[in-house]
């Protein structure tokens, strides 16, 4: 039990439905259906190559689909729909959506040239338009949530690479996203940094974000997820609960999966 402050509502908030993916003739996501609701905490295991990144991919539209659908709160990601037919939206309208759904990426990606503060303060000012002054008030709370208000005048190279991710996680709230998207955000870093970047995703969990976050840290998995999907193959072999897909795996492929990153 996570404790949220927040209680997870009833509403899906993320519907991805028989999603299918090629990259040329490599049939990479091979329908996949998951859901996640406002204020959960879904989480995606699986071994390389089994099609996480290009899911979370899918879900911004940095990867268009090859079939299927997915939505955030109700609206079609990347696409329109017409007689049955999908049709990918404008750039801009991409924009918008992409708005609206952070990510955080194995790597950092931070502007090298910038101190941490106007790392976390580009986006709102360069995408939103939102006055110098808030903005800056804004960045260092956010800054001081996840623990680095001592840094906001460091620029990356200064900082260690769990510094850097929890500026990544700064950066992308900034937006307010609706929806947090984490692609193996500690596995480029020292183990002894690992934990304060599950302590901040933790937190951020508390508060009722609703997060979608593929990780091998099976720990975070249980003590934070509301869900753990395991995918194998471009396929969702198994999703529950995850002390009991943990506990008692059903299918073959995901007590292999597990019994290696115990
Ligand atoms: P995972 O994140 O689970 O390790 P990925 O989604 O990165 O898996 O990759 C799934 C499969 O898609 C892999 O076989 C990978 O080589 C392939 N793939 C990923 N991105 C591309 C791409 N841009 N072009 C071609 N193949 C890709
Ligand atoms: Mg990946």
Redesign the pocket.
């Known amino acids: 039990m996570k404790g949220h402050t927040v209680p997870a509502s009833d509403k899906e908030l993320v519907r991805i439905e028989g999603v299918h993916k090629f990259?040329?003739s490599?049939h990479?996501l091979r329908g996949i259906d998951m859901t996640v609701k406002q204020g959960e905490v879904a989480v995606l295991i699986?071994?390389?190559?089994?099609?996480?990144?290009?899911?979370?991919?899918c879900v911004n539209h940095l990867?268009s689909i090859s079939a299927g659908r997915i939505r955030v709160n109700d609206e079609l990601i990347g696409y329109r729909e017409r007689g049955g037919k999908l049709h990918e939206l404008h750039v801009k309208e991409i924009a918008r959506q992409r708005r609206n759904i952070g990510m955080v990426f194995q790597r950092f990606n931070l502007f090298g040239h910038k101190t941490a503060l106007e790392n976390v303060m580009e986006a709102p000012i360069q995408v939103k338009g939102k006055d110098k002054s808030s903005t800056k008030r804004r960045a260092l709370e956010l800054l001081d949530r996840v623990g680095l208000s001592e840094r906001a005048y460091h620029y990356p190279a200064q900082l260690s690479g769990g510094q850097q991710q929890r500026v990544a996680i700064a950066r992308a709230l900034a937006m307010d996203p609706e929806l947090m998207l984490f692609?193996?955000p500690t596995s480029a870093l020292d183990p002894e940094l690992v934990g304060d970047v599950l302590n901040v995703m933790k937190d951020l969990a508390r508060s009722g974000m609703t997060m979608v976050v593929?990780t091998h840290e099976i720990g975070f998995a249980r003590e934070v997820g509301d869900t753990l999907t395991f995918?194998d193959g471009?396929v969702v072999v198994e999703s529950g609960n995850p002390r009991d897909v943990i506990a008692n795996p059903q299918h073959q492929r995901t007590q292999g999966f597990l019994s290696k990153v115990l």
Request: aromatic letters at 4%.
């Open positions: 990259y040329g490599h990479v699986g071994p390389s190559g089994s099609g996480k990144s290009t899911l979370l991919r990867e692609d193996e593929v995918m471009g």
